[in-house]
């Protein structure tokens, strides 16, 4: 896959996301500073999928953190992608993990975690984390600011 921009199918096009995220195409371009540790964050405070028993709405503030290798992650295809979800039924672990494992297949990142803090159901707020190992070294990375559910207070 070329990451040339000239090569991209969705930045500056008119573009729906996809019915499920098995059909959404995240996209790369290259890293303009390939062989520097350095950490980018995309975070998704309004992240929606389905139960898929109940098929009732399910909310979620998603953090990504990864250190790019050769590409980085095109946010507008990344933005279809989480899309994507809004009518995909899965539990918080699926949607949450196989998130992180698609943007590891599509960028090979150095390092990439993910913090997928779930907003309660029956009372139970469900946080799910993942990260491909341990960050570079030297590496500067921030909470991911995301503070503990605490209801009404």
């Not at 729906?16 to 499920?20: I, K, L, N, Q, R």
């Given at each position: 896959m070329s990451t040339s921009p000239s090569h991209l199918t969705q930045l500056g096009q008119s573009v729906?996301?996809?019915?499920?995220p098995d059909q959404?195409?995240?996209e790369v371009v290259d890293n303009p500073h390939p062989g520097t540790t350095y950490l980018v964050?995309?975070?998704a405070p309004e992240f929606t999928s389905l139960c898929p028993i109940t098929g009732q709405p399910d909310f979620a503030h998603l953090v990504i953190d990864y250190v790019p290798g050769a590409s980085l992650i095109e946010?507008?295809?990344l933005k279809l992608f989480l899309a994507s979800f809004r009518n995909h039924g899965a539990f918080h672990e699926a949607c949450t993990i196989g998130i992180a494992k698609r943007l590891v297949e599509a960028c090979r990142p150095h390092w990439l975690r993910i913090g997928g803090y779930w907003y309660p159901r029956g009372g139970i707020p469900i946080d799910v984390f993942w990260q491909t190992?341990?960050?570079p070294d030297g590496l500067w990375l921030p909470d991911q600011g995301v503070a503990p559910y605490r209801g009404r207070g």
């Open positions: 729906t996301a996809a019915a499920d959404a195409v995240i964050r995309f975070a946010s507008k295809s190992g341990t960050p």
